[in-house]
């Protein structure tokens, strides 16, 4: 526990710092308050390394630092709130306008409602203070030795960004031999009739490091029709899996199609083709005797490589050929340890050699262990001397972990700021072998406050540098299926570690089976109901929740409405795929959401009250096909930093997206350019966009609709733009008459987009010239034709 709350208390004194002098804090009078808030977790931040290194099992000091997370977790909560009335105060903010004219008109009630708001912040916040101060004068915390240790709050820029994605880092002559030897092996049996070999060795020893450079192989690449890298968790969902090995192969699948639908279109696919099926990971023999077996076993011809940990599942499954994968050598381990740290200098190599052996020993002879120390090792001085030091943080280390988690994997994630380790436990709220794409993990951080903002660079920006170190640290791993870095997973025992080091506050699994005590001390939840109808929310009235992030996983199912009434602390809303209809009014209470996620989901409309959510930065609505219209309060919404549309077809909109100045990502804005002076139009102008500095991503759709801009530098002073889309709709029948043609081609001229850009893309663009600044700007462009073919 004392783990997080290393993480909690930085992040707290830090908000307190930046919120102090912010003027919804003054005008509520609470500054001197705030203040001694701060003073009181700066003196406890100096003693809870202390209480780290402890970790005692002693019950008295568990429950004392049980009571510092709860009121530090309430100290984030009241700044939210103290911000929120705040804010309605201010003369600036809309909903304060009409009280201010009440007050100047005497309107007692009103002034007397000011003044009680003023009265409630500050008399909350008085409590917290004392309940501090009654923690910090605990017997248990005069234990505790004052020492403050450095810690850095961002990513280090010594770490060498580096993608093994193409080819994974494997060392040492054994290793590049059975490699060898496996490809021949899978090349040798390409005609065969579901022949199958195994890769079987302990976790983290590189089985699937192994198994990606047969897969990543020119010469099996070149020799099977069909390829697919299936990852199985222990707790697979049959449908699912056969969806993912549907999708490997290039084919379409319906929702809700059952798995004899599935296995048959599997079987018409595979007939005949040579196929090459890695199954990764594998913990129970029935996912080929009685999922995949019925399917392929006659109808294709090819190899099937399993990874498992299990010697008696490739029994089961009836494997031709076993590689057994044994721990590393010594010397082949020093030799990946001192590579991965790029050390090209025989001498350095020889000085260190003593110590990084010992290190080596100090991860179990581990590959993924290894591979992570050197990461960590990476930030520090090559001496060794440092490596001496890093070695003597391993005594104890081992002692709050599971025999199968190595201490290295701890001191690795030990050597993180404080703001990186929150983000690497939040990876843990992922199901097992679950791919995580960059661009939402990165929002789910931003949203839960764990980004530290930085003056002249987008939070954004800060965030994928975060992703990045997480990756480059080996914490994170990315995506054998990726072509970049942009989707990554959390290798097994790391998950572990993480779900180790977090168990008190994160839950994942059928929360219908939580207890109210354990309920009440959690504040995350992934909700996996798979084989229900509806995700029910255990009932306690008398418990108090205080979730702060609550994702489902693996619908289609309903969610009860209750969810909205009971979760008011919540920060992060994920209900994707699920059979949520619509969205009730009382959302509006959940003053601290900063993320909502309604992706695929049958909502027809949002209530006008989600106005009232100032603090939300993320409104993710792609593919609700039925949702055509958006309400007036979207513009409202003054924290908004993602509106995403992708695939939802928005036929109405509020007018003034412009007001929504810290928007950095936009998809899938329909353009119109009659607006009439109506509040609700059928799109926004090109024009609206110009006040919308800090866009990262913007996708432009029905461009066909736009008329001739006044201006030429609607998008060219957008100095973050990194990714462009421009989309013109498919005519339904005959084509676009001349006049149309030449508006179009007009409209494209003006759009010219900034130099920094990265990556533009053109969709049925119909008009027969491109712009004159087209193709002498960007490597990068992508132009896809009517007819669903593409060029670059």
Known sequence: MAAILESLLGSCASKLQNIITDEAILILGVEEELRQVLRRVELIQCCIYDAEKRRTKEQALNNWLGQLRDVIYDVDEILDVARCKGNKLLPDDPLSSSKSAECKGFSVSSCFCNIWSRRDV???????????????????????????????????????????????????????????????????????????????????????????????????????????????????????????????????????????????????????????????????????????????????????????????????????????????????????????????????????????????????????????????????????????????????????????IEGALYLSYDELSYRLKQCFLYCALYAEDFVIWRDEVTWLWIAEGFIEEQQGQLIEDIAEEYYYELIHRNLLEPDILSFSEARCKMRDLLRQLACNISREECFIGDVETLRGENMSKLRRVTAITAKKDILVLPSKDKVEVKVRTFLTVCGPQRIENTLFKRFLLLRVLVLNYTLVQSIPGYIGKLIHLRLLNLDYTGISCLPESIGSLKNLQVLSLRWCHNLHNLPSAVTRLSSLRCLDLFGTKINQVPKGIGKLKLLTYLGHYPVDDKSDNVVIQDGWKLEELSSLSQMRYLSLVKLERAAHCSTNTVLTDKKHLKELILEWTERGEGSYSEEDVSNTEKVFEQVIPPHNLEDLCIVRFFGQRYPTWFGTMYDHVCIFHPSGSYQT
Request: with cysteine; proline share 1%; charged share 25%.
């Open 122 to 404: 500050a008399v909350r916040i008085r409590s917290l203070n004392k309940k501090i101060e009654n923690i910090s004068k605990d017997k248990i915390f005069l234990t505790f030795n004052n020492s403050i240790q450095s810690t850095r709050n961002g990513p280090t820029s010594k770490l060498i960004r580096s993608s093994n994605l193409v080819e994974p880092n494997l060392v040492g002559k054994e290793i590049i031999h059975s490699s060898r030897k496996l490809v021949d092996l899978v090349l040798a049996h390409k005609e065969s009739k579901s022949y199958k070999l195994a890769i079987v060795g302990t976790g983290g020893v590189g089985k699937t490091t192994l198994a990606q450079k047969i897969y990543n192989d020119q010469k099996v690449k070149g020799s099977f029709k069909l390829h697919a890298w299936i990852c199985v968790s222990q707790d697979y969902n049959q449908i699912t899996l056969l969806k993912e090995v549907l999708r490997n192969v290039g084919v379409h699948h319906e929702q809700g199609e059952t798995i004899a639908e599935l296995q048959r279109k599997l079987a018409e696919t595979t007939e005949g083709k040579s196929f090459f099926l890695v199954l990764d990971d594998v913990w129970h023999s029935n996912v080929w005797m009685d999922l995949l077996r019925p399917t392929l076993h006659e109808t294709m011809s090819g190899v099937i490589l399993v990874t498992t940990r299990d010697d008696q599942i490739t029994r089961r499954i009836g494997v031709e050929h076993t590689h057994q994968v044994d721990l590393m050598s010594v010397e082949v381990g020093w030799e990946l340890l001192w590579k991965r740290m790029n050390i090209g200098e025989e001498k350095q190599v020889q000085n260190l050699r003593n110590t990084g052996i010992e290190i080596v020993r100090k991860c179990g002879h581990l590959p993924l262990a290894i591979k992570v120390t050197a990461s960590a090792l990476a930030s520090r001085d090559l001496t060794e001397n440092e490596w001496k030091k890093y070695l003597g943080k391993y005594v104890g280390s081992q002692s709050m972990l599971s025999d199968e």
